[in-house]
């Protein structure tokens, strides 16, 4: 999915919270394989109490496919957004996402969140989240558009707009990041990752001990 997101999104208050731990925002044009690279992430950090993966919250339907997320009507959405339950929201492609508000407490105790961002809303999620990883996930061209027609979604016409438009998108010197290049096979991407998610629970542990 194309990240076109307009900024209607926003943040919310996290209260009286001062989070400690690493909100990391997993971004990426459609057909990099961010949800394939955070799935591996999650299945090497199983077990691990401190790693944790946000579930957003989507108008989307359930059975839609892509990401396993919390279905809601467009009314529901817009009563969780007033009640605060959002940390971070946005609209993009007729749909609107929201991350709830519920993992300030795990970073407040010092954990590392994944949640799947948006490079067109970096800014309400450095806002949100003052300790910030943008890990960027990009892969060739020719890769994307061949990952994009296995999917059979779109015309050939739209697939190649969906890559001009992402291929505009680019990460703001300001923002703490690391690319991974996701054009080979899902082990070489997904031990990158998993190396630099080690590391920050690594810097963690020595700042804890």
Same mark, same amino acid.
């Given at each position: 999915?194309?990240?076109?997101?307009?900024?209607?999104?926003?943040?919310?208050?996290?209260?009286?919270?001062?989070?400690?731990?690493?909100?990391?925002?997993?971004?990426?044009?459609?057909?990099?394989?961010?949800?394939?690279?955070?799935?591996?992430?999650?299945?090497?950090?199983?077990?691990?109490?401190?790693?944790?993966?946000?579930?957003?919250?989507?108008?989307?339907?359930?059975?839609?496919?892509?990401?396993?997320?919390?279905?809601?009507?467009?009314?529901?959405?817009?009563?969780?957004?007033?009640?605060?339950?959002?940390?971070?929201?946005?609209?993009?492609?007729?749909?609107?996402?929201?991350?709830?508000?519920?993992?300030?407490?795990?970073?407040?105790?010092?954990?590392?969140?994944?949640?799947?961002?948006?490079?067109?809303?970096?800014?309400?999620?450095?806002?949100?989240?003052?300790?910030?990883?943008?890990?960027? %996930?990009? @892969?060739?061209? *020719?890769? !994307? #558009?061949? $990952?994009?027609?296995?999917?059979?979604?779109?015309?050939?016409?739209?697939?190649?707009?969906?890559?001009?438009?992402?291929?505009?998108?680019?990460?703001?010197?300001?923002?703490?990041?690391?690319?991974?290049?996701?054009?080979?096979?899902?082990?070489?991407?997904?031990?990158?990752? %998993?190396? @630099?998610?080690? *590391?920050? !629970? #690594?810097? $963690?542990?020595?700042?804890?001990?």
């Amino acid at each position: 999915m194309a990240e076109r997101a307009r900024q209607t999104g926003s943040t919310q208050p996290s209260g009286t919270l001062v989070p400690s731990g690493t909100l990391v925002a997993v971004v990426g044009p459609s057909g990099a394989g961010k949800d394939s690279l955070i799935q591996f992430a999650m299945a090497h950090f199983s077990g691990r109490p401190e790693v944790h993966l946000v579930q957003r919250v989507i108008t989307r339907a359930s059975d839609a496919g892509g990401e396993d997320h919390v279905a809601v009507s467009a009314a529901g959405f817009e009563a969780q957004q007033a009640a605060g339950d959002f940390a971070v929201h946005w609209d993009a492609h007729g749909l609107r996402y929201g991350i709830p508000a519920s993992v300030q407490d795990q970073l407040a105790q010092g954990h590392l969140v994944l949640a799947n961002g948006s490079r067109s809303v970096l800014d309400l999620f450095h806002r949100a989240f003052p300790t910030l990883l943008v890990v960027n %996930v990009t @892969a060739r061209p *020719e890769v !994307l #558009a061949k $990952r994009l027609e296995a999917r059979g979604r779109e015309s050939v016409a739209d697939i190649e707009a969906r890559l001009k438009r992402g291929g505009s998108l680019s990460i703001p010197a300001q923002y703490n990041c690391l690319t991974i290049d996701n054009s080979g096979p899902l082990e070489e991407g997904g031990r990158k990752l %998993v190396a @630099a998610l080690e *590391e920050l !629970l #690594a810097d $963690r542990a020595a700042q804890q001990s």
